[in-house]
């Protein structure tokens, strides 16, 4: 990204028979294998505060869990005492209707409360899993770019380098050179099956046979 050009660190000598799969021309691939390794570095990194942060919100939730436990047994004990107001006085039977008032709306703040903490945690790990997913994305684009700068034969033939310009003269191109996109660099020929095009002058059309 942002470079109109590729150096080309290897390419197979004009002339050369090549298999399927053998290197035909590499591009120097240093900028996305750097980009590809420091990529992994925050995929890595960003995996384990996820599971930093994912053990963290574990242990708040066992915590909160635990808070509201003890609420709920407070509101059941506070229900369990105001029965017992047929037998009180004026003075104990308001006690203990503000006894479980007061429990009810504590039960009632922490449920409030944890859920509203629940679902910040819950966007604190997505952040951290879309940065993530964004690294691992970026870091296997990094590898896929590098992997297709090693360009290797389709099939077996021979190397026909094509030729560029150069100070108004036509030559091979050589290692070393930029490449620009769109730019012919080689052909791989068959030399087994091969076609050829000449020019016929019109006159001579009628000297021409099938096969010759």
């Keep these: 990204p942002g470079s109109n050009t590729l150096i080309i660190t290897k390419l197979m000598p004009n002339g050369s028979q090549v298999l399927p799969g053998q290197l035909l021309v590499e591009f120097d691939r240093q900028n996305q294998l750097k980009a590809a390794t420091d990529k992994r570095s925050e995929y890595r990194d960003l995996e384990e505060q996820i599971r930093k942060k994912r053990a963290e919100q574990e242990q708040a939730r ?32 308001e006690k203990n209707e503000q006894r479980l008032e007061e429990a009810l709306a504590k039960q009632k703040q922490l449920i409030t409360t944890f859920d509203l903490k629940r679902r910040a945690a819950q966007a604190d790990l997505r952040i951290l899993e879309i940065q993530r997913d964004r690294a691992y994305k970026a870091m296997k684009s990094a590898e896929d770019n ?36 769109g730019m012919p660099i080689m052909q791989v020929v068959d030399p087994e099956s091969m076609l050829a095009r000449v020019k016929v002058n019109q006159a001579d059309v009628h000297l021409l046979q099938v096969g010759q």
């Design 146 to 181: 590098a992997t297709r700068m090693v360009v290797t034969s389709p099939i077996s033939g021979m190397v026909v380098l094509r030729m560029v310009w150069r100070m108004n003269t036509q030559v091979e191109i050589q290692e070393g050179e930029e490449a620009r996109p």
């Design 62 to 93: 066992a915590k909160d869990d635990t808070e509201l436990s003890v609420a709920a047994n407070a509101v059941e004990n506070a229900r369990l005492e105001l029965k017992k107001n047929a037998y009180l006085g004026r003075i104990d039977q």
